[in-house]
């Protein structure tokens, strides 16, 4: 049964971060490019960040470059999204999507509220 399970959503101040993480099961997790997307109300899934299935290469969201991390651990088969300098624009449910050839899976979502 394939999972992914995000974590590290909440609420936090503008400036302030948050570490997001995603935690996979269920599939060949090292063969697959691992990518956050967010979904604010109102508005369409964009793509945050991706990286490769061995995380040698990342991209990212014009806005979101300098601020936000990906990273992944294929050992633990979990990724991740460090989040800084956050923005009252970046309230939105954070999604891990995991795709190779026509495989695509996606988490459940996990909540991040920018607000003082």
């Known amino acids: 049964q394939v999972q992914l399970v995000e974590s590290g959503g909440g609420l936090v101040q503008p400036g302030g971060s948050l570490r997001l993480s995603c935690a996979a099961s269920g599939f060949t997790f090292s063969r697959y490019a691992m990518n956050w997307y967010r979904q604010a109300p109102g508005k369409e899934r964009e793509l945050v960040a991706r990286?490769?299935?061995?995380?040698?290469?990342?991209m990212y969201l014009d806005s979101m470059k300098g601020r936000f991390t990906i990273s992944r651990d294929n050992a633990k088969a979990t990724v991740y999204l460090q989040m800084n300098s956050l923005k009252p624009e970046d309230t939105a449910v954070y999604y891990c999507n995991a795709r190779y050839s026509y495989y695509d899976y996606w988490g459940q979502g996990t909540q991040v509220t920018v607000s003082s």
């Open positions: 990286i490769s299935s061995v995380g040698g290469s990342t």
